[in-house]
C-alpha cells in the first residue's frame, strides 16, 4: 500500500487516497509505528481535550451548520472537530471552514473512506463519530465518553432517533433500541455511524474500518465494532440516542431501506467470517 500524499489549499487539507491505503498525519499505517500498547492509553477523558470529533459529510452545505451549531453547545468542550468533505460538489468544505472545522478534502466519494479518513486525522486519544445530518443534545458527548471511564472499554455507542415526528417514528425508533440491545446480548453490537466513541490505540489496533483492501460503503461503524469485541470492552448506552434525517425513508423507500439493511446485518453480523483484528 502506498503513503498518502498530503496537500494543503485555502486552509483546509486535500488528502488522496487508494484504496487499501488509509490516511494518518501524513503517512499510512505502514509508515509508522503501530501503536499497540493499549497499556498507555489514558484510563478516561478528563476534559474534551481528550476527544476528537469526525463527520463525514458529502454535499451536506445545508445541513452541515446545524450539526456543528449543536457541538458547540455541548456542556463538554475544548473538543477537535474534523469534517471530511467527502468529494463533494456543493460547498461543504468552505461551511465547515467557516465554522471552525478542520476540514480534509478527500477526492473519492465512500462514507467508509472518509471516516477512516478522518479517524487517522484525529489526534486525540479518544475518537467520537457522528454524521452532518446528526443533531445531538447537549450532555450528548458528556455522556457517550462516560463508559471510557473503565479503561477496558474500547467503544461505546448509543442510538439513533428519526427526526420525523408521529407515532410510526416513535415506534421504529423502540423497535430499533431492542434490537440493538439483543444483538447486544448476542455480541453482534450494532453500533451507529452518527453516535460512537471509540479509543484511538484501539482503532488502530484492528485496522480500522478496513474490510480486506477496502473500505466497505455500508455498515463500517458494525465492523469496527465486531472486530473491537476481541480486544477490550464494547458498551451499548440505549438511551443515548442522536436525531438524524429521515431522509432516507422520503418518497415511500422505507420498504427498500429496510430490506436493504436486513441484508445487510445478516452477511456481516452472521454470515461473514470476522478479520483479523490486526492489520
Known amino acids: 500500500m502506498a503513503c498518502v500524499k498530503r496537500s494543503r ?3 483546509s487539507e486535500n488528502i488522496r487516497v487508494s484504496r487499501g491505503s488509509t490516511a494518518a498525519d501524513g503517512a499510512s499505517p505502514q509508515c509508522r509505528s503501530k501503536s499497540g500498547d493499549r ?3 489514558s484510563s478516561f477523558p478528563m476534559t474534551g481535550a481528550d476527544i476528537s470529533i469526525v463527520i463525514p459529510a458529502r454535499n451536506e ?3 452541515l ?4 451549531s449543536r457541538l458547540r453547545e455541548q456542556s463538554l468542550q475544548g473538543f477537535e472537530v474534523i469534517v471530511v468533505d467527502s468529494a463533494s460538489s456543493d460547498g461543504t468544505g468552505a461551511v465547515g471552514r467557516s465554522l471552525g472545522a478542520r476540514v480534509i478534502r478527500v477526492d473519492q466519494p465512500g462514507v467508509g473512506l472518509a471516516r477512516q479518513t478522518g479517524f487517522d486525522a ?6 467520537v463519530s457522528t454524521d452532518a445530518d446528526a443533531l445531538p443534545s447537549p450532555d450528548w458527548l458528556e455522556h457517550l465518553v462516560e463508559p471510557f471511564r473503565d479503561p477496558a472499554t474500547v467503544c461505546a455507542f448509543g442510538t439513533i432517533r428519526l427526526s420525523k415526528k408521529g407515532v410510526l417514528a416513535s415506534v421504529g425508533h423502540g423497535l430499533f433500541r431492542a434490537f440493538q440491545r439483543v444483538n447486544s446480548l448476542l455480541r453482534r453490537p ?3 455511524g452518527p453516535n460512537f466513541a471509540v479509543r484511538a ?3 488502530r489496533d484492528v485496522g480500522g474500518f478496513a474490510a480486506g483492501s477496502v473500505f466497505p460503503d455500508e455498515a463500517e461503524d458494525v465492523r469496527l465494532a465486531l472486530k473491537l469485541r476481541s480486544v477490550g470492552r464494547v458498551v451499548y448506552l440505549p438511551h443515548l440516542a442522536v436525531d438524524v434525517s429521515a431522509r432516507s425513508l422520503a418518497g415511500g423507500k422505507a420498504f427498500t431501506y429496510i430490506a436493504h439493511h436486513t441484508r445487510v446485518y445478516f452477511r456481516v453480523c452472521w454470515f461473514r467470517r ?3 483484528t490486526s492489520r
Open 9 to 11: 489549499r485555502a486552509g
Open 39 to 41: 497499556s498507555a492509553q
Open 61 to 63: 452545505e445545508v445541513r
Open 65 to 68: 451548520p446545524e450539526c456543528l
Open 122 to 127: 484525529a489526534r486525540r486519544s479518544l475518537i
Open 190 to 192: 450494532i453500533c451507529c
Open 201 to 203: 490505540g484501539a482503532f
Open 274 to 276: 470476522q478479520l483479523a
